[in-house]
C-alpha cells in the first residue's frame, strides 16, 4: 500500500530529530488522552495517458487516542479519527482504457469517520471492536509515495465498520487476526429473493472477511505474510476474493534498506477465475537528513495474459522530524502510458 513509505523509508531519516507522534493532551488519574495528524500537499502527474499535471489534496487527519488504565496490567483504550478527503471527483476510461478519476472543481472534499473502535489491551495484546483499517491496509514493502503502479494492492478490502480485531507483538513474533461482518442486521431469509432491505441492498448473505498476519523479526531480518478472504463480495453467494502477500526486509547493510514481496489477488465469480500475481523489490539509501529509493514491481494478470512492470525513484529530505518534502518519478511499460511524476510536501504531530 502507499502508506508504507512512512511505515519504511522515512523513519530512518527522521530519526535525527526528536519530536514524538503524537501531543499528550492529558495524563491524570489513570487517563491519557493525545492527538495526531497529519497534511499533505502534491502536485502530480499520473502515470497514464493524456495524462496532466495537479494539485492534489493527497492527506488529511487528525486523531484521538484514549487509555483508562482498568488496572496494573490491563487498559481500556479508543480511538476516534476524522480524514479529510479530496474533492467530488467522478472516474472515467482514459483513451488508453485505463481507470482514472478526475476531481470536479468548486468543492471543499469531505470530512469523513473513519476510526471509532474501543477496547482492551495487556501483555497478552490487544483487542478492538469498531470502525477500523484493516490488516491489508499495512501489506506492501514499496517504498514509493504514489507511483508504484504495478505493486500489490487491487481488489481486497482494506477498511470496514464492523470489525473485531486483535493484535500481538513481543519484538521477536508478532501475528494478528481480524473478522469483519458486513451485515445490516436483518435476517436474510426473511427477504424473498427479488426483496431489498431497508437500505436498498438485493436480499443475499452478508459479505465476511477474515484476515491474519504471522511475522517473524531475527537480527537485521523481518519477514511476513498476510492473508485475506472474503466472503459473498457485495452480498453475492457465488463472488470471493483471496489475498495474500510474503514480504520480507533487509538492514543489515549500514544506511541501507531492502525490500521483497510476492503475493497473488485471486477473485472467483463462480464462473468466472481472475488470479493476478505480484512482485516487488525496493532499496533505500540515507545520508544525513536525505533519503533515495527505487523500487521495481510486476504485475501480471493470467487470464488477460497482461504482464505489466513498473519503475520509480524518489528522493525524501527531512525538514525537521515531522515534516518532509519530497520529489519522485515513475514509469510503466503498460500500453499507451507516460510516465508520471509528483512533488509533495507533508507536515504532521
Do not use: C
Amino acid at each position: 500500500m502507499k502508506k508504507t513509505i512512512l511505515a519504511m523509508a522515512v523513519p530512518a531519516l527522521l530519526a535525527a530529530g526528536s519530536a514524538s507522534a503524537s501531543i499528550n493532551l492529558y495524563d491524570a488519574n489513570g487517563v491519557k488522552v493525545d492527538a495526531s495528524g497529519s497534511a499533505e500537499v502534491q502536485y502530480m502527474q499520473e502515470i497514464g495517458n493524456n495524462q496532466d499535471a495537479k494539485w492534489r489534496l493527497d492527506d488529511g487527519d487528525v486523531q484521538f487516542d484514549t487509555e483508562v488504565a482498568v488496572s496494573d496490567s490491563l487498559s481500556a483504550i479508543a480511538a476516534v479519527d476524522f480524514e479529510f478527503e479530496s474533492a467530488d471527483s467522478v472516474t472515467d476510461i482514459d483513451n488508453g482504457g485505463k481507470e482514472q478519476t478526475r476531481d470536479i472543481t468548486g468543492s471543499n472534499g469531505n470530512v469523513e469517520n473513519n476510526v471509532l473502535y474501543v477496547g482492551l489491551k495487556g501483555d497478552w495484546g490487544q483487542f478492538t471492536a469498531g470502525r477500523q483499517l484493516l490488516l491489508m491496509d499495512d501489506a506492501g514493502i514499496t517504498k514509493d509515495y504514489e507511483l508504484a503502479e504495478n505493486a500489490f494492492g487491487d481488489g481486497y478490502n482494506t477498511h470496514a465498520q464492523q470489525v473485531g480485531k486483535y493484535v500481538y507483538d513481543n519484538g521477536t513474533f508478532y501475528g494478528a487476526a481480524t473478522y469483519t461482518d458486513k451485515s445490516d442486521g436483518f435476517d436474510d431469509g426473511s427477504l424473498g429473493d427479488n426483496d431489498v432491505d431497508d437500505k436498498g441492498y438485493l436480499a443475499g448473505d452478508d459479505t465476511r472477511i477474515y484476515e491474519a498476519r504471522l511475522g517473524y523479526r531475527v537480527a537485521d531480518v523481518d519477514a511476513r505474510v498476510y492473508y485475506q478472504k472474503a466472503d459473498n463480495v457485495d452480498r453475492t453467494d457465488d463472488k470471493e476474493i483471496d489475498a495474500y502477500n510474503f514480504e520480507i526486509e533487509y538492514a543489515g547493510i549500514e544506511n541501507v534498506g531492502l525490500a521483497a514481496s510476492v503475493g497473488r489477488v485471486s477473485t472467483d465469480n463462480g464462473s468466472n477465475d481472475l488470479d493476478t500475481d505480484y512482485m516487488s523489490i525496493a532499496a533505500d539509501y540515507t545520508m544525513g537528513k536525505t533519503t533515495f529509493a527505487v523500487g521495481y514491481d510486476n504485475k501480471d494478470v493470467e487470464d488477460n495474459a497482461s504482464d505489466v512492470n513498473g519503475y520509480y525513484a524518489n528522493v525524501t529530505y527531512a525538514l525537521h522530524s515531522n515534516a518532509h518534502v519530497y520529489a519522485e518519478v515513475g514509469d510503466s511499460d503498460g500500453d499507451e502510458e507516460d510516465f508520471g511524476y509528483v512533488a509533495g510536501m507533508e507536515v504532521k504531530f
